[in-house]
């Protein structure tokens, strides 16, 4: 399908979950699940925040990173976004991958073993050396920030 191949190692806990695909051909993300204990669901009440496990480590390919990202399915049924959005697995990671989860609805949100908790794209980067200066080239921006360039 893609150039690029993602190695996964699963977990214990992670045993028998899908592992990460893309839903549809053209999808960016590949779908994450929870790795929660059967019989045991997560419940977030709104405002909750929690690091949910995915059972798996990844090696992103070298010059890349992956890009935690929000379900858009769940964020408006739900109100579930990924609270570091987007989350940035490096590629020289190797610890579990979990999806830092919060509850921005209204209603208490239940996440059971085996639910779609968010989705992972990934992305080359481009690394930039560092160069202190005296000055930088004048914009027709400037310094305009937050809502500077108009509605």
Known sequence: ???????????????????????????????????????????????????????????????HEGQVRARSGSALRDGLAVLNAPGTVDEDYRGELKVLLVNLGDATVTLRRGDRIAQLVVCPVTRVAVAAVESLEDTTRGGGGFGSTGR
């Not at 929660?36 to 059972?55: D, F, I, K, Y």
């Open 1 to 63: 399908m893609g150039d690029l191949t993602l190695r996964v190692l699963r977990l214990p806990h992670g045993e028998g979950l899908p592992l990460p695909a893309y839903a549809t051909a053209g999808a960016a993300g590949l779908d994450l699940h929870a790795a929660l204990p059967a019989g045991n669901p997560l419940e977030l009440s709104p405002g909750a925040r929690a690091a949910v496990p995915t059972g798996l480590v990844a090696a992103i390919p070298a010059g």
